[in-house]
């Protein structure tokens, strides 16, 4: 079974309007959990580095106040697209380390579908 | 900066062969590498891994080689299953984190 889970996993939302997609690990915690950004036939680009109990760290050319990022516990981290437009419209990935036989392996959520109209 | 890319985009193979799916790396400080499997409208699905002290892994019909020499990461796949079509990424580690680069992918097409 699933051991990062992602909710939803799809959303359609107006444009100018935000939306939250949840990002959990199942079974243990991970106080780092990734967010990417797939486009279709591309390969995963990472946007941010989340961590529980302090600021995300952002890769260069995201914007920080367009996807907000908590991580509020050690299962639990969000990404807010904020006033989101039509090039917003993705699917949007997150990882957590540390689940797995030997506690180190990456493990992916199922992803979240985000269409902007 | 550092990259992880693949040689070949699209891998046709009949049903029951063997698949070979190859990856470039170039950060030689990468420590921890990943294959992955990637279904239409899916989350990548954990393949195999294997650590920078090893040159070898085998899975369930799957090995992983990893040459340090040239920076080559290869993912072999015995007797292919129509279920294995997917697009498969390499993902490389640099040794401090656990932030992942990936690779471009490659398409792999299984033929009845």
């Known amino acids: 079974g699933a051991v990062v889970s992602q909710h939803p996993s799809w959303v359609i939302c107006k444009s100018g309007t935000s939306v939250k997609i949840e990002c959990r690990s199942l079974?243990?915690?991970?106080?780092?959990m990734f967010w990417y950004r797939q486009f279709p036939k591309q390969s995963l680009m990472l946007m941010a580095t989340?961590?529980?109990?302090?600021?995300?760290?952002?890769e260069q050319g995201v914007e920080k106040d367009k996807f907000l990022i908590n991580h509020a516990s050690l299962t639990l981290s969000t990404l807010t697209v904020t006033s989101a437009h039509p090039e917003d419209s993705s699917f949007y990935i997150c990882?957590?380390?540390?689940?797995?036989?030997?506690?180190?392996?990456?493990?992916f959520g199922e992803g979240s579908w985000l269409t902007v109209v | 900066g550092e990259s992880v890319g693949l040689h070949l985009p699209t891998l046709s193979v009949q049903e029951g062969d063997n698949s070979i799916i190859n990856c470039a790396y170039s950060n030689s400080a990468s420590d921890y590498f990943i294959w992955y499997k990637q279904e239409s409208g899916k989350g990548p699905q954990f393949i195999i891994d294997?650590?920078?002290?090893?040159d070898k892994r085998q899975g369930q019909r799957v090995t992983v080689l990893l040459n340090k020499t040239v920076k080559h990461l290869s993912l072999q796949i015995a007797a292919t299953q129509p279920g294995d079509s997917a697009v498969y990424f390499c993902a490389e580690r640099g040794a401090a984190g656990n932030k992942l680069t990936f690779g471009g992918g490659t398409r792999v097409l299984v033929k009845p």
């Open positions: 294997i650590r920078s002290n090893m």
């Open positions: 989340s961590n529980e109990g302090s600021k995300a760290t952002y």
């Open positions: 990882s957590a380390p540390g689940g797995g036989p030997s506690g180190n392996t990456i493990y």
């Open positions: 079974d243990f915690q991970a106080t780092t």
